[in-house]
């Protein structure tokens, strides 16, 4: 018997029916390809109604088929894991799965003993332990960080990947609720000389990781942070405590903090000197680039995931900007010809990740899939050729160009930049 094609749906409709439709079958989604991939075993499942269930436990687990893993690039001293972009719900990521970037291992600290100096151009310097900096008021929030390489792969024309998975793309990329001091408060407990522009944040690994940063972003939003998703902060993430400056490339926010000196100029380090600027043309470097720019990735689909059949199916992904809300995601399926506001998933809050949504009904043809970020102020997300245009084609940091799926005729998804470059 012949396939009964699906009726048309507007884009309309499918908002104000969403749950009608879904019941109905007329959209597929990710969890839709999983099933019709997957060869599942034919083991019948015990019914948990007729055994008794394994007993309460000191500390929880995950179900058993839900182990999701980081991917681990460069196994030494100085490497990286990154997040499963795909494979998470919502925009928290969870604290174990958070991407790691340090240059000299992870250091083994013990909080009782760690202390923080805070020096330089100061009324009174000072030594904080953390039961001290735990005795000033406590504030979170959820914000988002990104190493300034996140995404380096897809985008040397020399070299460009097909084969690559929305993690092993832009994993660098995670998202958690942090608790902790604002900076500012502890900087006018040791009150801050005239003249004062620039701090120095200095971590206690073995690279001993110090960074410049302008003091006004320090008397902003910056935060001493020693919390993570309602727990301590891991120590991938700095234990026991860090410096978290939103929406700035995640080198600047220096880990496993232990020295903050106030100055009147930057102390330009090795980690922003000979590493984390920009190479442009003539020659020219662009420094002190901190503003992680609007970006977007579709999760969904795309590689390694090949489309069962044509029909309605759901476009999915995340969007973030280091200057402020997210305001518009657009979403191209003719390779960037035109282009559809995409649904908009609450909370939509300020230098965090949001996710968006868009329904597409696939003919079966081949074709390229982008997503387009807008801030609130006013920002586009670039195409390649844009970023290429103005800040040259070596660079190796803040690659923030629309990326692409290529959809084959077939259903096969793969990393589609090639193809339009």
């Not at 394994?54 to 995950?62: K, Y």
């Not at 100061?122 to 960080?145: G, H």
Request: hydrophobic letters at 35%; a neutral charge.
């Amino acid at each position: 018997m012949a396939k009964k094609a699906n009726p048309p749906l507007s884009r309309r409709a499918w908002i104000t029916t969403t749950s009608g439709v879904i019941a109905a079958g007329l959209i597929k989604t990710q969890v839709d390809a999983v099933k019709i991939a997957a060869q599942e075993a034919a083991t019948p499942a015990q019914d948990p109604t007729k055994v008794p269930g394994r007993l309460t436990s000191e500390l929880g687990q995950r179900a058993p088929a839900e182990q999701p893993l980081r991917l681990v690039r460069s196994p030494n001293l100085s490497s990286s894991s990154r997040t499963p972009l795909q494979d998470l719900y919502g925009i928290i990521t969870p604290a174990d799965l958070h991407f790691e970037r340090h240059h000299a291992g992870i250091p083994n600290i013990v909080q009782e003993e760690h202390e923080l100096l805070i020096h330089g151009m100061v009324e009174r310097p000072m030594v904080f332990k953390m039961a001290d900096l735990k005795r000033y008021p406590q504030t979170s929030r959820i914000r988002f960080v990104e190493c300034s390489g996140n995404g380096g792969g897809a985008y040397n024309r020399d070299r460009m990947p097909t084969e690559v998975t929305p993690q092993s793309l832009d994993g660098l990329l995670s998202t958690s609720e942090w608790t902790g001091v604002l900076l500012s408060t502890i900087l006018r407990e040791v009150g801050i000389r005239n003249g004062a522009s620039w701090i120095l944040a200095e971590g206690s690994d073995a690279a001993v990781m110090s960074r410049s940063v302008p003091l006004e972003k320090a008397m902003d939003d910056a935060m001493l942070a020693y919390g993570q998703n309602g727990e301590a902060i891991r120590p991938e993430q700095g234990y026991p405590v860090r410096l978290l400056l939103p929406g700035w490339e995640g080198n600047a926010q220096v880990k496993w903090l232990r020295r903050i000196e106030v100055t009147d100029r930057p102390t330009m380090t090795r980690e922003e000197t000979s590493k984390y600027t920009d190479p442009l043309k003539g020659g020219r470097a662009r420094q002190f680039s901190f503003v992680m720019d609007a970006k977007s990735l579709i999760t969904f689909p795309a590689f390694p995931y090949q489309l069962p059949d044509r029909g309605w199916w759901e476009i999915k992904g995340l969007a973030w900007s280091g200057r402020g809300k997210i305001t518009r995601v657009d979403v191209s399926t003719d390779g960037g010809s035109s282009w559809t506001p995409a649904e908009l998933q609450g909370p939509i809050l300020s230098k965090s990740t949001v996710r968006f949504r868009h329904l597409w009904d696939w003919d079966g043809r081949e074709t390229h899939i982008l997503s387009r970020a807008v801030d609130e102020t006013g920002y586009v997300q670039p195409t390649v050729h844009q970023l290429w245009d103005a800040r040259g084609e070596r660079t190796s940091y803040h690659q923030n160009h629309q990326r692409a799926w290529k959809i084959a005729s077939d259903g096969a998804v793969t990393f589609g930049l090639g193809d339009l470059v």
